[in-house]
């Protein structure tokens, strides 16, 4: 018996669909079974609903044809894919709107087997260059092949730990895709190097002479946090706040017999307010969340547990205070950092060095220039997270120049290695 007209109709809008479809995703005419899952996770739950001209309707009928053409390659986990609850809640998502279809898209890719997590050795950037998104495309394909292989299985408990170790491994492990190199090492290069290049010009002299010690392999961490230990110590299992909420007294008067430089006048500070240092490395404490407070009692939270025994976590999160938490922040800590990595710098003539790189990159939110004052103001927070670090060495004076002391420097490279080899966010 013959087919009828609606069915000849809709086959023929299939197979139309399906050359569309192949058009989108395999435009060089690649063969279809070299498409990984992870693409078509991308194709179904972004550039489907948002870039694809077409209503709710027609991108139901999208991922139907395209789940039976890669069942007809034999691409039954891409194809599932398509006909997944996960895809459909996403394109519902976007029908409700934008944001609701970001956060859902967002949601899934987390979620997905496929997805490359975080590791310790590298986070990925929301932005990517063009040898990180290599990466990114190879190890989805090579965790793919894990789980057709039975090598992963996603609904074993074990499997969040057994892919982390998977991802670790292959980001360190030399890769033909990349000339025999690993890929965290391509990864990171590209990142100092699109770092390095980023506007405003204004900071490329000043970087210039911290370029080739960030090419140099990173030296293990040392212990260059300190102070910030010290406390961490004092805290330990609790100590009592005063009735306003500073530390004790007796912690305030350890801090002035172990750092009395802290303190150089007078017969000995009162309380947390007379040793801004000391309140600076409390508010860094509560800031990163390494203290719990429960009415007056201050005690060490998990965080602040694995930092007192881990120095690499310890000096990292002490590079980040000092680096700050605005953009605005970060750009004059990042210059600073270059310049005193160079020399030694009189306070006003590492303002001038600095002051033309913020000009250029910021103004207020009213859109007026920003003046030398501001540059002063965020190079004074710079200054005051230092001292309270150890960071910088102690001025005779105020006409003294300012340096990294011998914690300070390997601190200083550590907290522009964040900058430069970190994940990008923004273009």
């Known amino acids: 018996m013959g087919r009828s007209a609606a069915e000849v109709t809709a086959s023929v809008a299939d197979e139309a669909m399906a050359q569309r479809l192949l058009g989108w995703l395999v435009p060089d005419g690649d063969p279809l079974v070299a498409l990984s899952a992870a693409e078509v996770e991308r194709f179904c739950w972004y550039e489907l609903p948002r870039k694809w001209h077409g209503d709710a309707r027609e991108q139901q009928r999208a991922v139907a044809v395209l789940a039976d053409v890669l069942t007809g390659v034999g691409r039954v986990r891409a194809a599932a894919v398509c006909t997944s609850a996960t895809t459909a809640q996403v394109l519902a998502a976007w029908q409700r709107s934008?944001?609701?279809?970001f956060a859902a898209y967002r949601k899934a890719v987390a979620a997905s087997p496929t997805t490359p997590p975080d590791?310790?050795?590298l986070s990925w950037g929301r932005v990517m260059g063009i040898q990180e998104a290599l990466a990114r495309?190879?190890?989805e394909g090579r965790l793919e092949r894990a789980l057709d292989e039975g090598e992963l299985d996603p609904d074993a408990r074990t499997f969040p730990a057994a892919r982390r170790r998977l991802v670790q491994h292959w980001i360190t492990t030399a890769q033909p895709v990349f000339e025999g190199r690993a890929p965290l090492e391509v990864v990171r290069r590209e990142r100092r190097e699109l770092w390095a290049a980023a506007p405003p010009n204004e900071r490329h002299a000043l970087l210039a002479a911290v370029l080739p010690a960030l090419e140099e392999p990173a030296m293990a961490p040392v212990d260059t946090a300190e102070p910030l230990r010290w406390l961490l110590e004092q805290i330990g299992d609790g100590v009592t706040l005063t009735q306003s909420g500073y530390l004790p007294r007796e912690l305030v008067a350890a801090a002035f017999a172990r750092y009395p430089h802290w303190y150089p006048i007078g017969k000995g500070p009162r309380s947390e307010a007379d040793l801004f240092q000391l309140a600076g490395l409390h508010e860094l404490a509560r800031t990163h969340r390494l203290v719990a407070k429960r009415h007056r009692m201050l005690k060490l939270s998990a965080a602040g547990r694995a930092h007192l025994t881990d120095h690499q976590l310890?000096?990292?999160t002490a590079a980040l205070a000092w680096l700050g938490t605005t953009a605005a922040e970060r750009q004059v800590a990042e210059c600073a950092l270059c310049a005193?990595?160079?020399e030694p710098r009189l306070r006003d003539d590492l303002r001038d060095a600095l002051h033309p790189v913020l000009a250029a990159g910021f103004?207020?939110?009213?859109?007026?220039?920003m003046e030398r004052k501001d540059t002063e103001r965020l190079l004074w927070r710079f200054w005051h997270t230092g001292r309270e670090l150890g960071y910088l060495e102690r001025e005779r004076s105020i006409d003294a120049p300012i340096s990294l002391s011998a914690t300070g420097r390997p601190a200083a490279l550590a907290a522009l290695r964040l900058l430069a080899e970190g994940p990008r966010d923004h273009i």
């Open 98 to 101: 934008e944001e609701a279809g």
């Open 314 to 316: 310890r000096q990292r």
């Open 119 to 121: 590791v310790p050795e």
């Open 340 to 342: 005193l990595w160079a």
């Open 137 to 139: 495309a190879n190890l």
């Open 363 to 369: 103004t207020h939110g009213d859109g007026t220039a």
